[in-house]
């Protein structure tokens, strides 16, 4: 079954194909992305990849040197929702369960 990877501390030239043939060494590779900035287009540094076994591609990738970078790798997890207070455009504040102080 494949799993969803987060790879991060990528260097700004990484590109989606050399991170999937970075880990095809260690099983069928279903997708790789690379994150960007919305505005710029730029990497932000991290991104995923979906794959067969990944296992094996967390234990002998993560920490190693990539590109010129040591990467992170890890089972990606879901992202925290955001709180009112989170969005960082003024307003009113929030507490932890995202409601209005006064």
């Not at 194909?17 to 990497?43: C, N, P, W, Y």
């Not at 932000?44 to 790798?73: D, W, Y």
Request: proline letters at 1%.
């Amino acid at each position: 079954m494949a799993k969803k990877l987060y790879v991060g501390n990528l260097s700004w030239g990484t590109t989606e194909d050399s991170l999937k043939d970075l880990f095809s060494q260690f099983g069928e590779v279903h997708s790789a992305s690379i994150i960007t900035d919305h505005q710029t287009g730029r990497s932000r540094g991290f991104g995923f990849v979906e794959m067969e076994n990944a296992e094996s591609a967390i234990h002998n990738l993560n920490g190693t040197v990539f590109q010129g970078r040591s990467i992170k790798v890890s089972e990606a997890t879901g992202r925290k929702p955001k709180s009112v207070g989170d969005y960082g455009h003024g307003g009113y504040g929030g507490s932890d369960e995202g409601t209005i102080q006064w």
